[in-house]
Each structure stands twice: as C-alpha cells, then as structure tokens.
C-alpha cells in the first residue's frame, strides 16, 4: 500500500512537473494567443451585445495572463533556487541534502521540514542552558 502511495505521488510529481513546464513556455502562450485572437475575430462575437462582447475579452485576458503568470512562477522560482543553492554549497558546515530540493517529492521535503524542526529545537534548548 505505502509503495503504491509512493509510485502514485512521484507519478502526479511529474504530473505537475510536466504541466507548470508547459504552462510557461512561450510557445504555449503563443499559441493560446492564437487561439484567443480566433475567437475574438468569430463573427459570432460580432453578433453578440456589448455586456457579453466584454466578458468574452476579459475571459480572454484572464486565460492569457495564467501563462504570463506562470512563465514568470518558473523564471523567479528557478534564479531563487539557484541563489539558495550556491549559498548551501558556498557555506561549508551547511548541510549538501537541501540542494536541488525543487526536484525531491513532497514527502521527501516533509522529511527534511522535520529534520531540521527537530535541529531547531535542540538549538533552542542549548541557547536556553
């Protein structure tokens, strides 16, 4: 059973892995572009009244700017995982374990959360005494 939890979590890790790759890639928005510019040059929007002739160009905005959003997600989480990853492996006595931390599973970084709550309290404990 837990190996089966185990195959089924990496496998919707890729999932998503996959999805939010997709989702930010250029050519994804470019495409989406395309698809909105089709539908706005519909002569069945012409035909529409205004109130439903602006809800359809908000709705378009709003599924353009999903890609926009996620184009930069991927940009801004990528140079901060970069960023943290140097200061680990610059700082000898760091632990090596939490580079790369962006590719582990969700129970791994659970794992590593807890380790390092309990490294917490023993620091606190020896500040205490």
């Given at each position: 059973?837990?190996?089966?939890r ?7 890790e890729?999932?998503t ?14 495409i ?31 599924f ?43 129970h ?11 490294v ?6 020896e500040?205490?005494?």
């Amino acid at each position: 059973m837990i190996d089966l939890r185990r195959q089924t979590e990496r496998a919707f890790e890729k999932l998503t892995g996959a999805a939010t790759a997709i989702l930010g890639n250029s050519l994804t928005f470019i495409i989406a572009l395309s698809v909105v510019i089709f539908w706005l040059c519909n002569k069945e929007f012409y035909s529409l009244n205004l109130h439903d002739s602006i809800r359809d160009v908000i709705l378009g905005i709003t599924f353009l700017s999903l890609f926009i959003i996620q184009k930069t997600f991927n940009r801004f989480s990528a140079s901060l995982h970069l960023k943290v990853n140097e200061l680990v492996s610059s700082h000898e006595p760091a632990s090596n374990t939490v580079i790369n931390t962006e590719g582990k599973t969700e129970h791994e970084l659970t794992e590593l959360s807890k380790e390092y709550a309990e490294v917490v309290v023993v620091i606190e404990e020896e500040e205490h005494t």
